[in-house]
Structure formats: structure tokens, C-alpha cells
């Protein structure tokens, strides 16, 4: 990505690639090991504003591109997907509010995010994954307010956001029209945090479910208006799917790396792995589809920061992008041999970071139904 980018961001950039050497990149292990979450890292990100790349400029952010953003979060996603993940679901957090919140909403989350706060999207719940209708958490409306009802599992950020975009349905018999979404700050009496998930990958990132018990939110915490909870959403993740795109092509740049510079140093029939034709075919492919998805995430993000429709463009980059960083690790895995499959290596770890991908912002049978009713919708 870095070749598209301003000029501007490419000086970015550069202190990003140090950042993650320095900080990031060899400390990671320990956390991927642990399970524990990094804080220390987050809070160096912080210093350097890489929790503000999606605020806007006119809330205290940098004035970013999309595209300049993303090439910084490739960056962070080559060194540790998880960490990468972190900084992009506080944006995706944020995303609902710029998208339909007031501007009160939009100066209390940036400001927010400014003191060192993360955000969060809290939209799937136990039974209701890729059908969000079929939610079953409740926000009552009683006198100036509303009361908040349910659990939320899988949400990234979890327990250590500032704030939460929580949808919850206003009208219960509504299904996905009876959804609302609302504003919910950290420390709210009744939020609280559930079960934290013991993840295959991605986990020096927060995961876990957010609970809400008579968790009684003012009628200013309404983002839009009753019943649009399930559009903002859907717009959310519209934006978001390229973003996910984004880190898949970091995963699949960082196992193209690894696999060549492993491949240099590996000698077998006395030469180089890499001397060998089926190898570099390998490597060509690898590189094709890396490249292919970059320009799909640049191209999906371009169409955003022009205010054109992107729907269907950023489902494209999300599922062609996490489907391709699975198979650059896999293939990472095989150049790497034995090696490989050994937690010794850092090539394994890649493989099940990459698998998350496919899976949230919506699932890649959930993408191929979007891109087939838009392409359907356009024929």
C-alpha cells in the first residue's frame, strides 16, 4: 500500500515500520503465548495517535485518506495481526457514530479516543451471528431514558473500551426493523463483561462477551432514530469489511516475507529452496494474489473517501483478501517445511490469525451473498 500513500503519510509510515520492530513485532510472541492483552503496547500506540487514524480531522485526527490509514494498518497487521486488530475495531466502534450519531455524540467519542480510549461494536450475541434480527437484547424506553437488557459475545475491545455502540431492539416483534442502536460509556451502571474467549488466534487483541443488566442509558445515548440500528449497522460493517481486507493483506504480506527469507537460507540437492521452479512458482503466486487484494482494499476505500457506494467493492476486498492471507500462511507453512508446523517459527502463528478473518465482519458466505445481490441487483 505504501507506493499509493501521501507524502505525508509515507513519513508515518516510517516511524510505523520502527515502531513495530521495536515494539511490537518480538513482543507479541509472549503475548500470543499468554493470552494476556499487551497494555503497554497499546498505551505506546497511543502516543504516537495510532488509535486516531480514523478520527476525523475536524475531531482532533491526523487528516488521513483512507488509503493513507490503510497502509499504516497493513503495517501494524504484518507485525501482530492482533494488535492490528485492536486499533481497528476501536475504529470500528466509531464508525456507527460518525456514520448517524449528532454532534454531540461525535465530539464525546472522539474525545474520548483522543484521552487513550478504545471503542467497541457490540452487535453479535450468542443466537445471533450472521441474522442479527434475531437478537434478543432489549432497550426499553422508561421516562427520560432507556434500559438496556442482553449479552453480547465475541466483541472485540470488550472489556478494556471507553465507549460501546450496542444494538438492542426497541421493538421487540420488529426483528431486524425493530433494532435500535445506542451509545454506552464505559463505567455505565449495569455494563459489565462476561465470559473472555481463549482465542486460536489474533491474542494479544481483547475478546469477550459485554453484559447488560438494567443498564439504564439517557434518550441523548440514541444514535439515529428508533428502528435504524440495523441500516447504521449494516453501513458499519460495509465500511469495516475493507478494513478487515486490510490486515488480511498485512498477514499475507508478512508469510510471503518470512517464506522468502526463510527460502534463501534453506538448502536442500545443494542449492537454495528457492532456486528450485516449483518454489518460485509458489512465490509468484503468492505475490499475484497479495498484490491483486491490496489494489481490491485500496480500490474499496478510494470509492469511500469519493462518497460513492462501496457495498459491494468492500465485501469483495474482505473475502478475496482473508481468503488469500489463509492461503499465503498455509503456504508459508510448506515452503517452511517441518519448521513450519513449529511454534519456534513464526509462520504457524500466521495461519491462525488468519482464519479470524473469514470469519468476522461477517462471514465469507455471508460476503459471497452481498456481492452476488449486488452484482445480481446491477445485471
Known amino acids: 500500500m505504501a507506493y499509493l500513500i501521501s507524502e505525508e503519510a509515507q513519513e508515518l509510515l516510517g516511524m510505523v515500520k520502527e515502531f513495530c520492530e521495536k515494539e511490537v513485532k518480538e513482543q507479541s510472541k509472549e503475548y500470543d503465548r499468554t493470552g494476556a492483552w499487551p497494555r503497554e503496547i497499546y498505551e505506546k500506540a497511543m502516543e504516537m495517535q495510532l488509535h486516531m487514524l480514523e478520527v476525523p480531522e475536524a475531531y482532533g485526527g491526523m ?29 470500528l466502534g466509531l464508525k456507527p457514530v460518525l456514520l448517524a450519531g449528532n454532534e454531540e455524540q461525535k465530539r464525546r467519542v472522539c474525545q474520548l479516543i483522543e484521552e487513550g480510549g478504545l471503542g467497541a461494536f457490540c452487535l453479535t450475541e450468542p443466537g445471533a451471528g450472521s441474522d442479527p434480527g434475531a437478537g434478543k437484547a432489549t432497550a426499553q424506553k422508561d421516562g ?32 431486524a426493523k425493530g433494532l435500535s442502536m445506542f451509545l454506552v460509556e464505559a463505567g455505565t451502571p449495569g455494563l459489565s463483561f462476561g465470559h473472555e474467549e481463549d482465542k486460536l488466534g489474533i491474542r494479544g487483541s481483547n475478546t469477550c462477551d459485554v453484559v447488560l443488566e438494567n443498564c439504564r442509558v439517557p434518550a441523548s445515548a440514541l444514535i439515529g432514530q428508533e428502528g435504524q440500528g440495523y441500516a447504521i449497522a449494516m453501513q458499519t460493517l460495509d ?14 504480506q508478512r508469510g510471503l516475507e518470512e517464506a522468502v ?36 482494499v485500496a480500490h474499496a476505500l478510494t470509492l469511500m473517501d469519493q462518497g460513492l457506494p462501496h457495498g459491494r467493492e468492500s465485501a469483495i476486498a474482505k473475502c478475496y483478501a482473508s481468503d488469500i492471507a489463509m492461503k499465503t500462511a498455509s503456504e508459508a507453512i510448506q515452503i517452511f517445511g517441518g519448521y513450519g508446523y513449529s511454534r519456534e517459527y513464526p ?23 452481498v456481492i452476488a445481490n449486488h452484482t445480481i441487483g446491477r445485471l
Do not use: H
Open 63 to 91: 487528516g488521513l485518506s483512507r488509503v493513507d490509514a490503510a497502509a499504516l494498518m497493513e503495517e501494524m497487521a504484518k507485525a501482530d495481526a492482533g494488535f492490528a486488530t485492536t486499533i481497528s475495531a476501536s475504529g
Open 347 to 369: 509462520v504457524e502463528k500466521l495461519l491462525r490469525d488468519a482464519k479470524i478473518f473469514q470469519i468476522f465482519e461477517g462471514t465469507n458466505e455471508i460476503q459471497r451473498i
Open 261 to 296: 527469507s526463510y527460502g534463501r537460507e534453506r538448502v536442500q540437492f545443494g542449492r537454495s529452496i528457492l532456486a528450485n521452479q516449483g518454489m518460485q512458482f509458489k512465490v509468484a503466486d503468492m505475490a499475484i494474489q497479495i498484490e491483486t487484494a491490496r489494489q481490491m
Open 239 to 252: 465500511q469495516a469489511r475493507a478494513w478487515m481486507g486490510c490486515l488480511s493483506v498485512g498477514v499475507a
Open 144 to 175: 427520560d431514558g432507556y434500559i438496556l437488557n442482553g449479552r453480547k459475545c465475541f466483541i472485540t475491545n470488550g472489556s478494556v473500551a471507553a465507549f460501546y455502540c450496542v444494538a438492542a431492539k426497541t421493538d421487540k416483534a420488529g426483528g
